[in-house]
């Protein structure tokens, strides 16, 4: 079904189409809104008005840790698991910020899923920051609601490194993963890059590797400390007023090769998604996204505007007379703003 | 003399009373615009409406480099030196992100430089970062033109580290000075750290330790390296079509605690002084300073504009028509700008 550039249609009109299509299983159709997510602006937009309407809801699980920990062969396993345990659709977004298109390592890891590629309920996308403006901080949110929208669930967003961004993309998720290895210091360097605070559950990959239970020791250890000192921000949960316990993130050990502990994985997975139900802590993250993704878009518009300002015809003669002590900086930006509001 | 609040007399108008003392050499006056300049928004844009409008200029000098690099006593004996030299008014602003006030580690300093405290010819400032609008980065820049404006010349800024904000701060200057000590590894920390693309001299200081030579050696083949490759900033000054010969950094030896090599550093500083009025490169640099002076007000206006958004009525309930499918982060974003835009 072509719905696209019918004659006689509002774009919108069509996107709306398009979406009906998606949920109907038209993999194309989400593929393009996807293009459309990636690309930014008014594009994205425009996908945004018809995807953020939907009322259709899928858990968002983020996994991030360091390169070589093993994740993409966890999500592998992880796919199966849940496809196995009655999930029909199930999405997989794979984000690299450092590539500006979807290639090299990543590639190399979207071949690896290949044990997926004739399963038509599993989908997979690789995400990179190509030119979205306010890049994979808008894209990745705004994707991950266009796969709820079109029934997938849940939709898995995994991520390349642990870089900011990286951080930041996973932990706007409903539930975020942080994937480690055994060996001295990885559960220090976690502390320290400050993914163990955006954990609901910790794996220790590759857990058939020496230093293991070592490793599991302090991950656990410094949750102890976290929450006896009330730092972790999971123990402030308490305070919300909700009657619900506590979560505290589990520990697990997993040989994603081998696929050993990954239904344990999952049905943690699983366990947090009820706890984000029942304590209402899972409203309180969707409303702290829905925050931050209005943000991030007046950011963008604010650095327009400035883009705007400074393009003005008197922006070069206003720096020469700060320059030369005719005006001054105070007085320079007035008259620019002044100048773009005329002009809008 | 008490120049404010005059009755009949706007606040302008007293404020040019008070840079007219200044100028005098009423040092309680500069100190009390200079706390205005500190304090951020209205009242440093007061100040500059009178400050960049002076012709007044000085040499305006940054010294920059680690921390315990040997600065402070480095620009102490160079106060002297320039003093000794003919200069009748030097000022020296002890920048220090990091303290929320002038105090710690910048007070030790100002009590080892009291050796100009009976010296009406020196007049020194420290400044923290103490809730001015965009930070040191607007205030400094502020403060130094205030400084020149009121006949100090040279003004030299002293940064306590290399951090981000001090590496600007220190680089906004008519000349910027890198001190660096002997020892492996620092030359080349200091390049990865940015910091030899801002120097125009650069100071092996503590020259009497072992290893000075070596540390002078790695500094000019890094320099050799750099405008072979014409990756050196200055080395691009030739392309700008300036008629003048290129200004290489000059790597000096100074033994600060003793004074060696310091009236060869005042030299150098004098040096480049006149390099960059004979090839045109001062007015360039302060032609870039005003144009960054202006986008810092303009961030900041940007900042307070996107609180006063934030802060709407209609934001608490945008955010949950995003979050409940209402709505999306575009509407949102768009409704809340008008809402502000009509709230003007």
């Known amino acids: 079904m072509n719905v696209m550039n019918r004659p006689g249609e509002s774009a919108n009109r069509s996107l709306e189409d398009m979406m009906l299509a998606a949920v109907e299983g038209d993999r194309l159709a989400l593929a393009r809104m996807l293009t459309m997510v990636e690309r930014g602006g008014d594009s994205s937009a425009e996908v945004a008005r018809v995807?953020?309407?939907?009322?259709?809801?899928?858990?968002?699980?983020?996994?991030?840790?360091?390169?070589?920990?093993?994740?993409?062969?966890?999500?592998?396993?992880?796919?199966?698991?849940?496809?196995?345990?009655?999930?029909?659709?199930?999405?997989?977004?794979?984000?690299?910020?450092?590539?500006?298109?979807?290639?090299?390592?990543?590639?190399?890891?979207?071949?690896?899923?290949?044990?997926?590629?004739?399963?038509?309920?599993?989908?997979?996308?690789?995400?990179?920051?190509?030119?979205?403006?306010?890049?994979?901080?808008?894209?990745?949110?705004?994707?991950?609601?266009?796969?709820?929208?079109?029934?997938?669930?849940?939709?898995?967003?995994?991520?390349?490194?642990?870089?900011?961004?990286?951080?930041?993309?996973?932990?706007?998720?409903?539930?975020?993963?942080?994937?480690?290895?055994?060996?001295?210091?990885?559960?220090?360097?976690?502390n320290k890059a400050g993914i163990l605070e955006i954990a609901d559950i910790l794996v220790v990959n590759k857990a058939d590797r020496p230093g293991a239970k070592d490793a599991v020791r302090d991950l656990q250890q410094m949750l102890d400390m976290a929450f006896s000192l009330g730092i972790h921000p999971r123990a402030m949960t308490k305070s919300t007023g909700a009657s619900q316990e506590m979560w505290r993130p589990p520990v697990l050990e997993t040989v994603a090769s081998t696929g050993e502990g990954i239904p344990e994985l999952w049905s943690a997975v699983e366990n947090h998604r009820v706890y984000l139900e029942e304590s209402g802590e899972g409203t309180l993250r969707r409303r702290k996204r829905a925050e931050r993704s209005i943000a991030l878009v007046l950011e963008a518009e604010m650095a327009k505007q400035l883009e705007r300002i400074r393009s003005g015809h008197m922006y070069v003669s206003l720096v020469d007379a700060t320059e030369s002590g005719h005006s001054d900086p105070y007085e320079a930006a007035e008259k620019l703003m002044r100048e773009a509001d005329s002009g809008r």
């Open 51 to 190: 995807s953020y309407r939907s009322k259709q809801r899928g858990q968002t699980v983020g996994i991030t840790g360091a390169p070589g920990a093993g994740k993409s062969t966890l999500v592998e396993k992880l796919i199966s698991v849940a496809r196995e345990g009655g999930k029909s659709q199930v999405a997989v977004i794979a984000v690299d910020p450092t590539s500006p298109f979807s290639g090299g390592a990543i590639l190399g890891d979207r071949i690896r899923m290949q044990s997926h590629a004739g399963d038509k309920g599993v989908f997979i996308r690789s995400m990179a920051s190509r030119g979205h403006l306010g890049g994979l901080s808008i894209a990745v949110p705004e994707a991950m609601r266009l796969l709820e929208a079109a029934g997938m669930d849940p939709v898995i967003v995994e991520t390349v490194g642990v870089g900011q961004v990286e951080i930041e993309v996973a932990s706007a998720t409903d539930t975020t993963v942080v994937v480690l290895n055994p060996g001295w210091g990885d559960a220090i360097q976690a």
